[in-house]
């Protein structure tokens, strides 16, 4: 059912290229061999794919929100992207393929091994973004507190805070004035920067439940307090996270702040 | 024979004793004396008493007489003269007339010195007459000389002058100086330039004589040139400069005219000036942006005007060295990804370089699900126009990265020419490949393609990871030195991780293949992965695949962290804007700006492809006017064990210059660089024609002598050091004493007393 859905999505998206008889073998191999089953073709390597941090928690709760966020990434931008979200151990050296990594429970997280935190730490250095999510929207304890305790020991020098209206995460393809999730717990993201770079964007407001559908193609789960509108700017808020961690500051480069100030007017 | 002629004489003590044993029998004779006197101090008759005592005191006198030996010694004197030096100024200015259509400076000179002779001779019966020119080493100088040889030095140095003529006996002589008499136009060009300061007062102080000047020339000349040019060493390209004026016009008063500048010929501004006295200095700025790295020759001038003193001085030519100061960037993305996501990252940690980028971020079939795009998007359109016609050409190095748009609004079909022509004319041009480039996707780009050093093989992009191996020009190339030495680069080559796929084409002929696929060929050829050339008088570099963040990001999986990837977009970029470091020719002209007169030289350095130094390389240098571009001369030299090699030219006309060098080692060319070189008309001696009299008072008035114009008639009185130092010649000394009636009178004088001395009853 849900594979069918991703072919109906995928017939309202140009086609890429006309693959060759060649390709198509090529893609088959390498079907083979890959364990995630994903054909990798040329160019597949550079699009946005979204990985769903394995942990200890429940880390399964979202992983079809994250392909519902690629599939509306591919819809409404340029970006081309693997129609697929890939569960990744956190001490896996495959983390280094994906830059954009979701990290996301309805529970406490278990304590990050040794091997998870540093491994963790070289890809949040080295240019990853780490998008966590508190899917139980908690505030303190459950996720939250569990989350802050393990990036405590990840990043220790860059502590979470506030993001400002002014990151260029609210303009990084939609102009955006507020964070909503599933719920509205908290107005805003909060940040651990690596440098000028965020590379870690927190959300106590259950984004990813936003994006979840059902296998019966319903959204899973009611967005409150402002239902639809309120998902339609949790699902912008999903595309300026995947075009924040693919253009970086782009949208604060001279050329353009000019316009966004006039549109912000 | 005559004898030597005394004339003059003292007396002297001839005895042999030592004086500690003359004055201990002095003092005995005294005792003596003394003694007698005391043993008659009882005599009652008055005349008795002192007749004993007078004649005792006058043994006594005689004894000492023979004590002492004296002795006449006759002198032979002499006068010695003390020296007055005569400083005559001889560089260049002392050519410019006394007056518009006058005598010379020098001649007039020569002239007086002719015409106060009587007074010179005078002069000589007191002091020893020295004559020196100056320029500004002092040498004695002769009125011949002075009248015949016309003044040449590119210098002034009137403290220097001094300090020589004072400092030592230049002459020999070994005579003191009583005085200088300077004679010079004030146009000191060295210490004094400024007028005399503090030190400059301390050092004419230090001097001891008093110096007398004679300014030589008035102040009536006409003279409109450019004093002086104040210009940094180099600019930075597209960056604006100032180059600050002083013009001096002396005779102007109530003109206007204009200054221009020019770069080689093309004028780059033109300013007005109007001059309200007749000496006057102003001073104005030009401010251009340079738009060309290199060094050029710039010209500022004045026009002439026909009853000007000097004309040549109405232009000043000067070199600047147009440098990056940052590279400037457009880097143009076909879309978001992975592979434009690190580019981006190190572009903009790179402090030497400005970027200015555009994505594409929603093409026409996206569906943004917005009411209102313009409040709702933070999207600005793709401003095709400003990026690829108007403004390409500030850039230095465009990045196209997996560009290949073929929809209306996104295609930059129109644009290709231009973007072809910006490489064909010097720019730079870095092709990224991807899914919609270098044969795959729709869009061929085929004329932006004639500048690429790959074309479409007509296979499908391999997807397949891979290795790509260095070639033989990959191991010595400077863009893909990613270690040191051969060695060192294939290590690190071989460090990095396989990269998922690449766009597989063939190298064009001229192409310079650094990386390749290991295994994969294209028409029987291993499938280049990055190759390089350059085109027109630009460079090109492709990287046929999307794949190379992994270099950056997926290399750190291991946990070793490196720069390879930063290092090798830098060795790109730096060879793209053809950073002086990385070509294998370069020529440097020493020094870029030439005084009148003297050689313009140059050093070449070639190296081979691989960027060792190319010994043995036949280098042909030429320089050629940059106005007329006529060809003054060339020379063909081999490169020494550096690689380098120094060439001369013989002293050209003044104006711009440029030299152009191509190296060829064997029959294959190495390149060729180019350098600028202004020849200036006139050196500073000559660039202005005015006395200072002001100067010269100064210089008098600090050492305590007299400031004087050239007088028509004779010498003034001047101070002078007196009185002449009288020193010893010859002597003889003649004894008094050894004279046999000296001898009686004392036995006579002791005998009197004697005899006298029983009569009157003593013993």
New interface residues.
């Given amino acids: 059912m849900r594979r069918a859905r991703y072919i109906a999505a995928g017939l309202r998206?140009?086609l890429?290229?006309h693959?060759?008889r060649?390709?198509l073998l090529?893609?088959l191999a390498?079907t083979a061999l890959l364990p995630s089953g994903a054909a990798?073709?040329?160019?597949?390597?550079?699009?946005?794919v979204p990985a769903v941090a394995m942990h200890g928690g429940n880390w399964r709760g979202r992983v079809a929100a994250l392909r519902r966020l690629a599939w509306e990434v591919q819809?409404?931008?340029?970006?081309?992207v693997v129609l697929d979200a890939r569960p990744l151990p956190l001490d896996s050296?495959e983390?280094?393929?994906h830059?954009f990594l979701y990290l996301g429970s309805d529970g406490p997280l278990p304590a990050f091994s040794a091997a998870e935190v540093?491994n963790l730490r070289?890809f949040l250095t080295?240019?990853?973004l780490l998008v966590a999510d508190a899917n139980d929207a908690s505030d303190g304890t459950g996720f939250d507190g569990s989350f802050r305790r393990e990036l405590q020991r990840v990043l220790p020098q860059s502590p979470l805070g506030d993001l400002s209206m002014d990151h260029v995460l609210f303009?990084?393809?939609?102009?955006l004035d507020a964070a909503p999730g599933r719920v509205l717990n908290r107005p805003q993201v909060q940040a651990a920067l690596v440098g000028k770079?965020a590379a870690v964007l927190y959300s106590q407001n259950d984004v990813a439940g936003a994006w979840s559908r059902s296998e019966g193609g319903s959204w899973e789960y009611e967005c409150t307090p402002g239902g639809e509108p309120q998902r339609?700017l949790a699902?912008r808020l999903g595309v300026n996270l995947a075009?924040y961690?693919?253009?970086?500051?782009?949208?604060d480069?001279a050329?353009?702040l000019p316009?966004?100030l006039k549109?912000r007017r | 024979m005559n004898g030597p002629a005394w004339n003059s004489w003292k007396l002297v003590v001839l005895s042999p004793l030592p004086p500690w044993l003359l004055w201990a029998l002095g003092v005995g004779l005294l005792l003596g004396v003394a003694f007698a006197a005391w043993g008659v101090r009882r005599e009652p008759t008055r005349w008795r008493r002192f007749l004993l005592w007078g004649l005792r005191a006058l043994a006594g006198l005689a004894a000492l007489f023979f004590l002492l030996e004296p002795g006449l010694r006759r002198l032979q004197l002499a006068s010695v003269k003390n020296r007055v030096a005569v400083l005559v100024d001889r560089s260049a200015s002392m050519g410019f007339p006394v007056e518009p259509g006058g005598p010379t400076r020098a001649a007039s000179v020569a002239e007086w010195l002719e015409r106060a002779a009587p007074q010179l001779d005078a002069l000589r019966e007191r002091f020893s007459l020295e004559f020196y020119g100056f320029d500004p080493e002092l040498s004695p100088v002769s009125l011949a000389q002075l009248k015949g040889d016309p003044p040449r030095a590119g210098r002034t140095d009137l403290l220097g002058a001094l300090r020589a003529a004072t400092g030592g006996d230049p002459g020999g002589s070994g005579k003191k100086l009583s005085g200088v008499l300077l004679f010079s136009d004030g146009a000191d060009n060295a210490e004094l330039q400024g007028g005399v300061g503090d030190r400059a007062r301390r050092g004419l102080e230090e001097l001891g004589v008093p110096v007398s000047t004679f300014l030589v020339g008035d102040g009536a000349l006409k003279d409109l040139a450019v004093q002086d040019v104040k210009v940094d060493d180099f600019a930075f390209v597209r960056n604006a400069v100032t180059v600050e004026v002083q013009v001096r016009a002396r005779g102007f008063a109530g003109t206007t005219t204009n200054v221009t500048l020019a770069r080689e010929g093309a004028p780059v501004g033109s300013k007005e000036l109007s001059f309200s006295s007749d000496d006057e200095v102003k001073s104005l700025a030009f401010t251009f942006t340079p738009d060309q790295t290199g060094r050029f020759v710039y010209t500022l001038s004045l026009p002439v005007f026909p009853d000007e003193a000097v004309a040549d001085n109405n232009s000043r030519a000067f070199t600047l060295k147009t440098i990056r100061d940052r590279i400037r960037v457009l880097l143009v993305v076909g879309r978001p990804s992975w592979d434009e996501r690190f580019l981006r990252g190190l572009l903009k940690q790179d402090a030497n370089i400005d970027l200015v980028s555009f994505y594409i971020l929603r093409t026409l079939s996206d569906e943004t699900q917005t009411v209102n795009d313009q409040r709702e998007l933070s999207l600005i359109p793709f401003p095709t126009d400003e990026i690829f016609n108007t403004r390409l050409h500030t850039f230095d190095v465009v990045i196209l990265q997996n560009f290949g748009y073929t929809e209306p609004g996104l295609s930059i079909a129109q644009y290709e020419r231009n973007l072809e022509q910006y490489v064909h004319n010097g720019g730079a041009l870095f092709f990224i490949g991807g899914d919609k480039v270098l044969g795959e996707g729709r869009s061929a780009l085929t004329t932006l393609a004639q500048a690429l050093p790959v074309e479409p093989s007509g296979q499908p992009a391999n997807p397949e990871p891979f290795k790509p191996r260095l070639t033989p020009e990959g191991l010595r190339h400077p863009v893909s030195a990613l270690g040191s030495g051969t060695q060192g680069t294939d290590a690190a080559w071989g460090s990095l991780p396989a990269i998922p796929g690449l766009n597989l084409v063939t190298a064009k002929p001229g192409a310079t293949v650094l990386l390749e696929h290991p295994f994969t060929s294209v028409n029987g050829k291993n499938a280049p992965l990055l190759a390089l050339w350059d085109y027109g008088r630009g460079r090109t570099v492709t990287l046929a695949t999307d794949g190379s963040w992994y270099w950056a990001f997926t290399s750190h999986a291991s946990g070793t962290p490196t720069r390879l990837y930063e290092r090798f977009f830098g060795n790109a970029l730096r060879w793209l804007v053809r950073d002086p470091e990385l070509t294998t020719v370069t020529l440097s002209a020493e020094p870029a700006s030439v005084e009148p007169g003297q050689p313009v030289a140059a050093v070449v350095t070639a190296r081979t492809p691989d960027y060792q130094p190319a010994v043995g390389a036949r280098v042909r240098v030429e320089l050629s006017n940059v106005e007329t571009r006529a060809v003054a001369g060339a020379q063909e030299v081999l490169t020494g064990p550096d690689g380098a090699v120094r060439v001369e030219f013989p002293p050209p006309a003044p104006g711009a210059w440029k030299l152009k060098a191509t190296a060829s080692l064997g029959d294959k060319e190495l390149g060729s660089a180019d350098d600028a070189v202004a020849v200036r008309a006139v050196g500073p001696e000559l660039a202005d024609a005015w006395v200072r009299p002001g100067l010269l008072e100064q210089l008098a008035e600090a050492t305590g002598g007299r400031a004087f114009k050239l007088p028509s008639d004779g010498l003034p009185e001047v101070p002078l050091l007196d009185p002449p130092v009288v020193e010893v010649g010859r002597s003889r000394d003649e004894p008094l004493w050894d004279r046999w009636y000296y001898l009686v009178l004392l036995v006579g004088l002791l005998g009197a007393e004697w005899v006298l001395r029983r009569r009157f009853g003593y013993i």
């Fill in positions: 998206l140009p890429p290229m693959p060759s060649r390709q090529q893609g390498a990798l073709g040329f160019g597949d390597s550079s699009r946005f819809r409404r931008t340029s970006v081309e050296p983390l280094f393929k830059p540093e070289r080295f240019g990853g303009k990084s393809f939609y102009l770079r339609e699902l075009l961690a693919l253009c970086l500051d782009y949208k480069d050329v353009h316009m966004i549109k």
